[in-house]
T-cell receptor, first 108, second 115 residues
Framework: GQNIDQPTEMTATEGAIVQINCTYQ??????LFWYQQHAGEAPTFLSY????GLEEKGRFSSFLSRSKGYSYLLLKELQMKDSASYLC?????????FGKGTSLLVTP | GAGVSQSPRYKVAKRGQDVALRCDPI?????LFWYQQALGQGPEFLTY????????KSGLPSDRFFAERPEGSVSTLKIQRTQQEDSAVYLC?????????????FGPGTRLTVL
């Protein structure tokens, strides 16, 4: 079966750093995606981790520990436009198995 | 050229009506997915095509749901005798190759409301 858990909501201040955690229990696990989704829009790709460790891409970084079934997305220098839902998705077989998403609110 | 497109963007149906949702993937993309996203939830897998072959339809919630991709490009998701619980956003995603960890590109979705 598939089980993806992430916090429902988070709030952070403009300019700060926020970490969004995701735990997964997925059979046939290949890798872990993070997507950003603004209200009413399509999910957009942020990162994909296959190997353990941290991958940095500008203000966004993503970490994976396969042995612990754990990932996090780190957002630095938060901007108001970063207010969105962040979706963790475990890749197994053909499809992506998504968590329910973490709604991030960035406040001034 | 352009990204994944879907039409219509919004659809209101009376309970019991049939609806057809269209997805135009990125040109040349082999793989195509349909997902259903309920309000406040993450997308849930419905079905997967590799070219014109429907390789996995395990996520379709009932036999009222039917998807096709006859020429390996445009895909249509059809829902017969719609029910209120079918109200959701239906997302289409494509990626370039088959069986790889390539990035999935999502369309804007069709928001279906069943009254």
């Amino acid at each position: 079966g598939q089980n993806i858990d992430q916090p429902t909501e988070m709030t952070a201040t403009e300019g700060a750093i926020v970490q969004i955690n995701c735990t997964y229990q997925t059979s046939g696990f290949n890798g872990l995606f993070w997507y950003q989704q603004h209200a009413g829009e399509a999910p957009t790709f942020l990162s994909y981790n296959v190997l353990d460790g941290l991958e940095e891409k500008g203000r966004f970084s993503s970490f994976l520990s396969r042995s612990k079934g754990y990932s996090y997305l780190l957002l630095k220098e938060l901007q108001m436009k970063d207010s969105a839902s962040y979706l963790c998705a475990a890749h197994s077989g053909y499809a992506l198995n998504f968590g329910k998403g973490t709604s991030l609110l960035v406040t001034p | 050229g352009a990204g994944v497109s879907q039409s219509p963007r919004y659809k209101v149906a009376k309970r019991g009506q049939d609806v057809a949702l269209r997805c135009d993937p990125i040109s040349g993309h082999v793989s195509l997915f349909w997902y259903q996203q309920a309000l406040g939830q993450g997308p849930e897998f419905l079905t997967y095509f590799q070219n014109e072959a429907q390789l996995d339809k395990s996520g379709l919630p009932s036999d009222r749901f039917f998807a096709e991709r006859p020429e390996g490009s445009v895909s249509t998701l059809k829902i017969q005798r719609t029910q209120q619980e079918d109200s959701a956003v239906y997302l289409c995603a494509s990626f370039r190759l088959a069986g790889t960890t390539d990035t999935q590109y999502f369309g804007p979705g069709t928001r279906l409301t069943v009254l």
